[in-house]
């Protein structure tokens, strides 16, 4: 199978995503809003087809990506239904199988941080993400939306600790960087719920952690009820000047075929040394040129009435080019996908 298991700082939340090798078909566990253009780029540059996004509670420390990926992508949003949320397509409940491809999870009623929270185990019982019911050596607080530490004993103790001592855990967060642990070792050193805790011992434990709410808890949680859909249900603004692609690298990218087309309408950087522009590959009609090793100090010959399209050999100094670009303001630039070597193949005029 492969997985992914990706990382918000902001909120220290992981998603994760997982996907059958054959048919392609993916799931993605827990998305984070602020996120969505990175997993939709990872799922796109990996060939996936996203079926499910699956969030293991209703968040009160970020918002989920879930809606967008279904506005973006089509993919089906699962949750709980105890939450009563909008937009739920697959009700998460205790037993279902959330089928992708040849693999699958399985959903096992963890609640306790949050009375929806769910677990989701592999086929062969070798993975389990558990949101935030168990986390790597601590276990989500009880002190808000309807927590119950002693429901989350039961659960941890009977849905968690009964899967085989290798089963690896993936935790919804780590705050200290930790990615994963296993069941074997939680069961022996986690220092709430591990060893011989009873449920007196976990109960007087959770009760007086003592947290701070969550930064982000009165936004997150009404959103979260709507699977995230914004509350003017639009996606946020996507670049108005063409079809910018952005990279899982983190770069916006726009298509040869769409430039040669659009040619008035953008300025053209040429990060190239001079002498490649005249070279095999020639260079496109009214470029300036800037190699990239005098871009920082000469950014202000760079003109900004129109957005920006930035080109090198094979797309890679330019991907640079555009980095800095984007670092000093410039909110309009794009890279020219594949470069001159790509701009040639396509069979466009130089
Ligand atoms: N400082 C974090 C809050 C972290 C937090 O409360 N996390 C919840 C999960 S939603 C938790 O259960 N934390 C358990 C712990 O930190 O021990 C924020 O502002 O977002
Ligand atoms: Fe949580």
Known sequence: MLFRQLF????????????????????????????HLRDAALIRELDLTLVYTLDTHCHADHVTGAWLMRDALGSAIGLSPVYHAKNVDLPLVHGT?????AESLEVRATPGHTPGCVSLVTA??????????????????????????HRLF???????????????VY????????????????????PRIGGAAREEDFVGYMTNLALPHPKQMAVAVPANLRAGEPEDG???????????????????????????????DVHVLDVRAPSELDGELGHLDGAQCIPLDELRARLAEVPTDKPVVVVCQTGRRSALGTLIL???GVARVANLAGGMVGWRDSGLPS
């Open 154 to 168: 039961q659960s941890v103790r009977e849905q968690l600790f009964s899967l085989p001592d290798a089963c690896v």
């Open 326 to 328: 984007g670092k000093a």
């Open 234 to 264: 639009h996606a946020p603004p996507a670049p108005d000047w063409g079809p910018i692609v952005m990279t899982y690298a983190g770069l916006p990218e726009v298509a040869a075929d769409w430039v040669a087309h659009h040619r008035a």
């Open 97 to 101: 199988i959330v089928r992708f491809g």
């Open 124 to 149: 062969r019982h070798d993975m389990v993400f558990t949101g935030d019911a168990l986390l790597v050596r601590g276990a989500g607080r009880t002190d808000f939306q309807e927590g119950d530490a």
């Open 8 to 35: 918000d700082h902001v909120s220290s939340t992981y998603s994760y995503l997982l996907a059958d090798e054959t048919t392609r078909r993916a799931v993605l566990v827990d998305p984070v809003f602020e996120k």
């Open 171 to 190: 935790p919804g967060h780590d705050y200290e960087g930790r990615t994963s642990s296993t069941i074997g070792e939680e069961r022996r050193h986690n």
